[in-house]
Nanobody, 127 residues
Framework: QVQLVESGGGSVPAGRSLRLSCAAS????????MAWFRQAPGKEREWVAT????????YYVDSLKGRFPISRDNAKNTMYLQMNGLKPDDTAMYYC????????????????????WGQGTQVTVSS
């Protein structure tokens, strides 16, 4: 089964940018819908964005649309989240997730739809 490993998190001041990566191994990433979720301290995990296996379609939570573009490079088996204009409210553990499907629109924001998860990468934004 696919394994996912996130990287790129860190501690930055507000206004800066970070790019998170999610590297897939053991199976080709182009079989999977892939997504980013995040969990802030004391809050439930929330969906951020989803990208289709070819990268042809992307979906975002409305609150982050335009600020956190999602992308993927299947030649590198890697998905990315470019985080721009970071705010203290963006402080969270960021997780990548995957499910084997070609149609990603349905259930795109549901945690239970994704059987494969990474261990997370911490992003801390100071004011």
């Amino acid at each position: 089964q696919v394994q996912l490993v996130e990287s790129g998190g860190g501690s930055v001041p507000a206004g800066r940018s970070l790019r998170l990566s999610c590297a897939a191994s053991r199976e080709p990433a182009n079989r999977f819908c892939m997504a980013w979720f995040r969990q802030a301290p004391g809050k439930e995990r929330e969906w951020v964005a989803t990208i289709t296996p070819t990268g042809g379609s992307v979906y975002y939570v409305d609150s982050l649309k335009g600020r956190f573009p999602i992308s993927r490079d299947n030649a590198k088996n890697t998905m990315y989240l470019q985080m721009n204009g970071l705010k203290p409210d963006d402080t969270a553990m960021y997780y990548c997730a995957a499910r084997q499907a070609q149609i990603c629109l349905t259930r795109r924001a549901e945690e239970s739809a994704y059987p494969y998860w990474g261990q997370g990468t911490q992003v801390t934004v100071s004011s």
